[in-house]
Structures are given as C-alpha cells and as structure tokens.
C-alpha cells in the first residue's frame, strides 16, 4: 500500500527531495545525548543573520571531534576513549561515543565551529537565492 503525502499535490513537481529529507529526519535517532540549543543569532556589523548550534560535550577535546558536512546534511560525531588508569567510584559524566545529524536546507553553509569550556559551538549562514526572472517564449506548433 502506498502512502499518500502532502507533496504529492500536482502542482508541486520536483518536490521529491525535500520528502525524503522529512524521511530522514523522522528516521534520525530520537536519542537526548548529547543535549543541543539550535538558536538564531541577530545580524551585527555588516554581518548576516546566523543560526548558531550549540552541542553540550563535557569531557570531550578537539581530536575526540569530527564535523562533516555531507549530502545536505550536518553530521557531529564523538569517539571517547576510556583512560583505563582510572578507577571510577561513581561515573556520572557521560563520555560515550554518539553522531548527531542535522539536516541543512540548500543554502546553509556551515561558517565556523569552536569548541570551549566543554560547549561545541557551530555557526550556519543562509545565502539567500538569486531572483530569478525569465520569460519563456511560446514556440509555433508543427502541425
């Protein structure tokens, strides 16, 4: 049985794409670790407005950190190795490996990233699209 979707409206062709990133971002892991803020930052300076992503990694270093852009998709990945010359009495602090997917609209660039006092902070800009304007001559028919 096929499923019947919103974007299967008539009028609304080559929207397949955007139906398969709502897939995937229903199928992306529900899971809480680690804990984010997505929020929109105010243009400043001559500077456009940014959405800011900040991802809570306490314990986490630079090397332990890989951010991929890939396929219209913003992937955060964390690979913790346990110091076996510690003994732990209680481990409350969580340092487990995790990858954290955010899927980007056509064109979010991802400007920066920085990591400090245990807050990975990842700057997007949207580039708006150029107007486009053109006029498409009616051709005479053959027949």
């Given at each position: 049985?096929?499923r ?9 062709l080559?929207f397949e794409?955007?139906?398969r990133l709502?897939?995937?971002?229903g ?8 804990p984010?803020n997505?929020?929109r ?5 001559g500077?456009?407005?940014k ?5 809570a ?6 090397d332990q950190?890989?951010?991929v852009?890939e396929d219209n ?5 964390g690979?913790?190795t346990?110091d076996k010359?510690?003994t732990?009495?209680?481990r409350g ?6 990858t ?10 991802v ?7 245990g807050l990975?902070?990842?700057?997007l ?7 486009l304007v053109r006029r498409i001559e009616i051709?005479?028919g053959?027949?």
């Amino acid at each position: 049985m096929s499923r019947l979707s919103v974007l299967s409206n008539p009028f609304l062709l080559g929207f397949e794409e955007i139906e398969r990133l709502i897939d995937r971002t229903g199928k992306g892991g529900g899971e809480g670790y680690p804990p984010y803020n997505i929020e929109r930052v105010a243009a400043n300076d001559g500077e456009k407005e940014k959405l800011r992503i900040t991802i809570a990694l306490a314990g986490f270093t630079r090397d332990q950190l890989e951010i991929v852009v890939e396929d219209n998709q913003l992937i955060v990945r964390g690979r913790h190795t346990d110091d076996k010359s510690r003994t732990y009495l209680y481990r409350g602090i969580a340092t487990r490996q995790f990858t954290r997917t955010f899927v980007l609209a056509d064109g979010i660039e991802v400007k920066a990233a920085e990591l400090s006092n245990g807050l990975l902070v990842i700057d997007l800009v949207r580039h708006e699209p150029d107007k486009l304007v053109r006029r498409i001559e009616i051709e005479a028919g053959k027949g």
